[in-house]
């Protein structure tokens, strides 16, 4: 069974600087097939897309206000996708969740195509 795993997360100080992981097991197919996707949400409130990474080009994608501050990269041999989080802000603060999506591009909606999701990652940041 396709398992994702994020870890990573913890407490950090503004303007810190944390790195998730997600690492994936038991695909059918090589990872680098599928883009890959970070999401996060506050309790109650929905959740949101952070970033894509796509298969084949790794190009990435970003939310805009994270844009400056995160960059995405993935290890196909390894199976394990990364973002990298610089400049945390408070309201950065969240359960960070990584995705994969059905083979091909990002989508333009991150909420198709989704195959699995990973149970998630929290990432506090505060003084």
């Known amino acids: 069974q396709v398992q994702l795993v994020e870890s990573g997360g913890g407490l950090v100080q503004p303007g810190g600087s944390l790195t998730l992981t997600c690492t994936a097991s038991?695909?059918?197919?090589?990872?680098?097939?599928?883009?890959v996707g970070w999401f996060r949400q506050v309790p109650g409130k929905e959740r949101e897309a952070v970033a894509c990474?796509?298969?084949?080009?790794?190009?990435?994608y970003y939310r805009e206000d994270v844009r400056r501050r995160f960059i995405m990269s993935r290890d196909n041999v390894n199976h394990i996708v990364y973002l990298q989080m610089s400049d945390l802000r408070p309201e950065d603060t969240a359960v960070f969740y990584c995705?994969?999506?059905?083979?091909?591009?990002?989508?333009?909606?991150?909420?198709?195509?989704?195959?699995?999701w990973g149970k998630g990652t929290n990432v506090t940041v505060s003084s």
């Open positions: 990474i796509s298969s084949g080009d790794d190009r990435s």
């Open positions: 995705a994969t999506f059905r083979a091909g591009p990002c989508p333009a909606d991150p909420n198709i195509g989704i195959t699995h």
């Open positions: 038991q695909f059918t197919w090589p990872l680098g097939y599928h883009p």
